[in-house]
């Protein structure tokens, strides 16, 4: 049961909506944080927090592509495909990950280490072409800074090509 | 919709013609009001708007763009066109994204011929589609073992998703997915497990849901459609069979028809197969040397007439004793009476409406005077308080548990749920889900809990200030009773405080309109005539007995439970719920058939089996029971049974009971005969013959109607309809034809002879708490699970497919205590006995409570103790106390 753990989170998140059932989201990215994707138990626990059916909560992980209903490698690898990023060689990069990795779209290479997506726009239409890895953007990519990241993120876990932190509002360089 | 304003009327005017209309009406619903269809995928009547499918367009002067019409309201003045070309033309372009994926492979669909996709592509787009693209293709995947999808065809309207919500709440489907590639279902790769009612079946306009029970095996041209009543529980919904080749393919129910409304539950949709079941008894048959062998229906007919006159002329007639089942129809019910009654000449008579329903019957007639509900099934829709006790209203009378569900979501009414159930959401729905207030009780303990209810009501002053006035003497021998009983000893028995009393009885006592419904957790439980007494006194206390729209009404389990009664198949009522020791009653009767009514004294089903076990009754004739198969061992229906000389049984199996018999004669089932069955509320309907009967059988009246004239007592009818139009001079309440009859006021004159002495007659027994059970045993109770009826239904293969064995339902805590998991081994065990099951955790269950289902309790019935109830005969054995273990 992993929300046996996180009672206090749970109840806060709870406590913030009038209504159970719109805890949903943050339930499942709850849940998705814990085991790296949403497990069926995880579901079927989430529907009773909510009093929802099982049926419920997995029209609604299915509705989001964020949402991983298998389990997925160490590392997310998200290739924006939109129309900009498309414009400025998406198509290659992606091309270049499925031969590297020798996955293609929504697999996982056989260590586990990688999942491939490919996924609609990123909000980094400027910076393209770009990924997301876990929580990182890796903007104005190019195959060998690919090559670069990934090697970087199976020796140390990051790479320091990934740009940001972000803050908003952005702190006025002095 | 209906819960729209219907204040006021607003004019509209759809393709010219002008109208007026209830403001608030939906443009879809008033353009039908005006014979103008405007073709629509998305929209039905009974759910709530979602305008997802687009194909019901229509242009509105005034309003920018096209608007959807089963979303838009009319509002004064509107002026709505629906055949202009620029709604032509979206209808088409809706169609053509709708087409742009759709298979087209209407040859081997079940739907095609009556598919909405079909008559509108028909209409509109005759060239199919402009999309030149790839279809989309879903690998095939298993759905269940009753229901079949084929994604290609879906059109993605959703109404499946939203009737298994919004009507049956189970919300056991799942649109999974975005856009075009959405799907249809459950959870996950799970096949789905719901409560098969088949409404997504049936509302799917197109073909992407089906059942796997007539799949492939019918065009809809080729079958012949026959309007009937579902034969198993009393619900009484109004369905269509649709049958080929003396065959019976499938059922439907029809939007506007019947209390059902176009809803059914799996047995209706999915049980018609019992009725035509390969072991079905297809000639009679005698006993000879032991063996029961074919004979013509000429020589089993004189062999019974000849024993059976033998039998009477050294014995007497009341030696010998009839029992038949609650699922005849009405006429098959009263020939059997009155053939009791007439050519045997004997009161010792009896059905199946004994194992329960008497208690709720007798309780109205000595409180109010009448036989039936003093409300309709349409005061549940409209009452602001229901009171639920022992009901399991979902599995036992799921179309009631419809219209509660339909009371509170969408009218707000308050729910009162005293019911052995705890609110988990689980594969089917839950009642206690919507309840206001909930008393999960155990079955032994709603008597306490209605006890609980009652002292709140005194307690707290929530009596009527009229009866206060006139009715002191009764107020205060009830306030002495519960007095003497303090909540201390009410929570020791229930676990519940006053308080949930105390509001509850608020609650119900505020409501202008309020009922209570009855179900077979009181009904056949040990003290269930007293139960449904004092939730009677709750309706008197409270001042609503004889308020309109309020009404106690006892739930019958089994279809025609209602009919036996007011046919006067039972042996202390004539036809007419009539008392049969009343000598006008009589007079009028005897008036009536020209003959004398037997002055013996009565014989219900208990007093039958003890005379039996004493050598007093000779001979039985059961038409359609099994008591071998419904009591258990601890009545000594065996002994009984065996103790008789001879045993005349007709029925469509060879069952328990009908293995002993020295004569059986086939009967057909309700598919194959005209009659008519009356529903819970008093309603009676029409059964019509879908098919020819089986094999040599014959309807139950056309038997005992041959069997009077070999016995000289000649009686005999051209057709069915001869005893129906008997039956209607009799009783006028029991037409079929014009609109349904009201249900019948309470009695005053009851009512007040009630107040006065009536009550006191056990009132000490029925206010008093039961004891309380070993901490360590568990309550036990057989009773009905919603997917069959009776043993009957365990022949219908649909059923069986969802639900072929019993195993026993026990709440997850009290497994974990005792070291149990899913698909354990259990012993149960009682001073009666000991039997092995296998256990299923549920968190439905309450805590130290364990549920059976009745339709597979042939081994579990021996740890059930019979107890007979003083007043009404009604025998007790759906609940016993168990030590449960592992078994090793
Ligand atoms: S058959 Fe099952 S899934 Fe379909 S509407 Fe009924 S309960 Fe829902
Ligand atoms: S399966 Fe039928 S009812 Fe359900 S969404 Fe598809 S077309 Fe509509
Ligand atoms: S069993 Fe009862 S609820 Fe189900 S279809 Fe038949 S009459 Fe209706
Ligand atoms: S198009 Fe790629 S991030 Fe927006
Ligand atoms: S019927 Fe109106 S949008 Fe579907």
Redesign the pocket.
């Given at each position: 049961m992993i929300f046996d753990k996180l009672k206090d989170e749970v109840n806060e998140l709870l406590s913030r909506y009038p209504v159970k059932r719109s805890a949903l989201l943050p339930l499942l990215y709850i849940a998705q944080r814990e085991e790296g994707y949403v497990s069926e138990p995880a579901m079927k626990e989430i529907a009773k927090l909510l009093s929802l059916t099982p049926s419920q909560v997995y029209e609604t992980v299915t509705f989001y592509s964020m949402y991983n209903l298998k389990p997925i490698g160490k590392f997310h690898v998200q290739v924006c495909r939109s129309l900009m990023c498309a414009l400025v060689g998406s198509d290659n990069i992606v091309e270049w990950i499925q031969k590297n990795l020798n996955i293609s779209s929504g697999q996982t290479t056989a260590d586990r280490t990688f999942t491939l997506s490919v996924v609609e726009c990123l909000g980094s239409c400027g910076t393209g072409p770009m990924m997301q890895v876990n929580d990182d953007y890796y903007e104005r990519l190019t195959e060998e800074k690919v090559g670069q990241i990934f090697d970087d993120l199976k020796q140390k876990g990051s790479s320091s090509l990934k740009s940001g932190p972000f803050m908003f509002p952005q702190p006025t360089k002095s | 919709m209906s819960e729209h304003t219907t204040t006021g009327m607003v004019t509209v005017t759809i393709d010219d013609v002008t109208a007026s209309v209830p403001k608030g009406t939906l443009v879809i619903e008033a353009a039908r009001q005006l014979g103008v269809m405007i073709p629509h995928f998305c929209y039905h009547p009974k759910l709530a708007p979602d305008a997802n499918c687009r194909m019901c367009l229509v242009e509105i002067e005034k309003m920018p763009r096209l608007q959807t019409s089963c979303s838009t309201q009319v509002t004064e003045g509107m002026v709505v066109r629906s055949s202009v070309p620029t709604v032509k033309q979206a209808r088409k372009s809706v169609l053509d994204f709708i087409l742009a994926n759709h298979p087209l492979d209407c040859p081997v669909c079940d739907q095609g011929g009556r598919c909405d996709l079909q008559d509108f592509s028909h209409e509109y787009t005759a060239s199919g589609t402009k999309f030149v693209e790839l279809k989309r293709v879903f690998q095939k995947e298993y759905f269940s073992p009753v229901?079949e999808t084929q994604m290609n065809r879906c059109v993605q309207c959703l109404r499946?998703v939203r009737?298994?919500d919004e009507v049956?709440d189970?919300r056991?489907?799942a649109p999974a997915g975005r856009g075009t590639l959405t799907k249809i279902k459950s959870f996950g790769v799970h096949e789905?497990d719901?409560?098969?009612?088949?409404?997504?079946v049936q509302i799917c306009p197109v073909g992407a849901i089906t059942s796997r029970l007539s799949m492939y095996e019918f065009r809809p041209w080729m079958l012949k459609r026959t309007e009937s009543t579902c034969g198993y529980c009393g619900d009484g919904c109004q369905m269509t069979f649709q049958a080929k080749d003396n065959d019976l393919i499938e059922v439907n129910s029809t939007l506007g028809v019947g209390r059902n409304n176009g809803d059914l539950c799996s047995r209706g949709y999915f049980g018609y197969h019992a009725n035509v079941h390969e072991d079905r008894l297809q000639s009679p048959m005698i006993r000879c040397d032991g063996e029961l062998v074919e004979v013509p229906w000429e020589e089993a007919l004189a062999v019974v007439a000849e024993k059976l006159t033998a039998i009477k002329s050294a014995n007497g007639a009341d030696a010998i004793g009839g029992l038949i089942a609650s699922r005849c129809t009405n006429e098959d019910l009263y020939l059997f009476q009155k053939f009791m009654r007439v050519v045997i000449g004997t009161n010792q008579l009896d059905s199946s409406a004994r194992y329960g329903h008497m208690n709720g019957i007798h309780a109205l007639q000595r409180v109010q005077g009448t036989h039936r509900w003093s409300m309709s099934f349409d005061d549940l829709l409209s009452a602001n308080a229901i009171l639920t006790v022992g009901t399991n209203l979902t599995e036992t009378n799921p179309i009631t548990a419809l219209k509660v569900k339909e009371a509170v979501k969408r009218r707000g009414a308050e729910l009162i749920t005293v019911e052995a159930l705890e609110p988990a959401i689980g594969t089917i729905s839950n009642i206690a889900l919507l309840s206001t207030h909930h008393l999960p009780l155990a079955p032994d303990q709603f008597a306490s809990g209605t006890i609980g209810l009652l002292k709140a009501v005194i307690q707290e002053n929530l009596v009527d200030a009229e009866l206060v006035a006139h009715a002191k003497d009764y107020i205060d021998a009830i306030k002495k009773q519960v007095d003497a009983i303090s909540w201390t000893d009410i929570e020791a028995r229930t676990g519940l405080t006053a308080e949930i009393f105390q509001d509850s009885a608020k609650v119900f006592t505020r409501a202008e309109r309020a009922v209570i419904l009855v179900g077979q957790g009181v009904l056949r439980s040990q003290g269930g005539y007293g139960m449904t007494l004092n939730l009677m006194d709750l309706l008197v206390l409270t001042g609503k007995l004889n308020r309109i729209g309020c009404g106690l009404a006892p739930l019958a389990e089994e279809n025609n439970d209602q009919g036996s009664v007011e046919m006067g198949a039972v042996s202390e009522l004539l036809p007419g719920g009539k008392d049969c020791r009343s000598r006008e009653a009589q007079q009028s009767l005897e008036a009536a058939w020209g003959c004398s009514l037997p002055s013996g004294e009565e014989g219900t089903l208990m007093d039958m089996l003890g005379k039996a076990k004493r050598g007093i009754l000779k001979a039985m004739i059961i038409v359609g029971e099994n008591p071998i198969g419904s009591l258990p061992p601890d009545s000594g229906i065996e002994d009984a049974i065996g103790k008789l000389e001879f045993l005349v049984c007709q029925e469509l199996f060879l069952t328990d009971t009908a293995k002993r018999a020295d004569v059986i004669f086939p009967a057909c089932s309700y598919a194959e005969k005209d009659g008519t069955f009356t529903s819970t509320e008093g309603h009676t309907q029409a059964v019509r013959k879908a098919i020819e009967p089986l094999g040599e059988s014959r309807p139950d009246w056309e038997i005992l109607s041959a069997l009077s004239v070999m016995m000289d007592h000649p009686l005999e009818y051209e057709s069915v309809k001869a005893i129906g139009k008997e039956m209607r001079d009799l009783m006028p309440g029991t037409r079929t034809l014009g609109p349904s009859p009201l249900p019948p006021r309470p009695c005053l004159d009851t009512l007040t002879q009630y107040l006065q002495e009536g009550y006191q007659d056990t009132l000490a027994t029925r206010y008093c708490l039961p004891g309380m059970k070993a901490t360590h045993t568990f309550v036990l109770n057989v009773g009905q699970s919603i997917f069959h009826s009776g043993k009957f239904s365990t022949r219908a293969k649909g059923l069986i497919q969802i639900q072929s064995q019993g195993v026993l339902s026990m709440h997850p805590e009290d497994a974990e205590r005792l070291g149990l998991a899913c698909g354990d081994g259990v012993c149960l065990e009682n001073q009666l006995g000991q039997v092995k099951t296998t256990v299923k955790l549920s968190d439905r269950i309450p805590c130290g409570v364990l549920f059976f289902p009745e339709h597979f309790d042939q081994d579990i019935q021996r740890l059930f103790a019979v107890s007979v109830d003083n007043d009404t005969h009604v025998p007790y054995f759906k609940c016993a106390h168990v030590e449960v273990s592992k078994a090793s």
């Open positions: - | 229901i499946c009737y298994c049956m189970v056991a489907l789905l719901c409560e098969f009612c088949g409404g997504c």
